[in-house]
T-cell receptor
């Protein structure tokens, strides 16, 4: 069991650029979640996949954000035309149904 | 709507003191799950405990204990004889449907 991995761990980009993050969940987990965490706050739900189907997306997520989970394995989160307000830690987690989340180390994004 | 409130933003104790972290939740679901997670300074969120809404039995695991009371919609977490290694941010979370909602967290400082 290698745990949840995320890549890259850090990303610095200029406003207006596109960025893509990758998450590799624990292989037998059917659920995959993306969260965003800013300083002093708890993880904020962004979106959720059950296998390859994206079943829920937060209303907070603008059209600039898109996520995929092809073949129900790894997932990518893309942010287009980044803004300074997108600066945050992006967390990926996986689980089996309502079992606890196993979190990855996160990708810290800084938009200049 | 679901909501998790952790009213204590920061708590500071001296080693060996007992400390209780409060969590109050709101949900209209009859079936739901409650969790506690720990986020140490290294940053990665770690699962501590899960309870389902039909199981109000309190639980003890070593120095950790949890008190779940549906009547007051609370799921409090007590650390007995705190240690410096307990210093972290602790998050309470509520899962119902597809979403897991996290509280804002309580930062615990344990001084030697």
């Amino acid at each position: 069991d290698t745990g949840v991995s995320q890549d890259p761990r850090h990303k610095i980009t200029k406003r207006g650029q596109n960025v893509t993050f990758r998450c590799d969940p624990i292989s037998e987990h059917n659920r995959l979640y993306w969260y965003r965490q800013t300083l002093g706050q708890g993880p904020e739900f962004l979106t959720y996949f059950q296998n390859e189907a994206q079943l829920e997306k937060s209303r907070l997520l603008s059209d600039r954000f898109s996520a995929e989970r092809p073949k129900g394995s790894f997932s990518t989160l893309e942010i287009q035309r980044t803004e300074q307000g997108d600066s945050a830690m992006y967390l990926c987690a996986s689980s089996l149904d309502y079992q606890p989340h196993y979190f990855g180390p996160g990708t810290r994004l800084l938009v200049l | 709507a679901q909501k998790v409130t952790q009213a204590q933003t920061e708590i500071s104790v001296v080693e060996k003191e007992d400390v209780t972290l409060d969590c109050v939740y709101e949900t209209r679901d009859t079936t739901y799950y409650l969790f506690w997670y720990k986020q140490p300074p290294s940053g990665e969120l770690v699962f501590l405990i899960r309870r389902n809404s039909f199981d109000e039995q309190n639980e003890i695991s070593g120095r950790y204990s949890w008190n779940f009371q549906k009547s007051t919609s609370s799921f409090n977490f007590t650390i007995t004889a705190s240690q410096v290694v307990d210093s972290a941010v602790y998050f309470c979370a509520l899962a119902g449907g597809f979403k897991t909602i996290f509280g804002a967290g309580t930062r615990l400082f344990v001084k030697a």
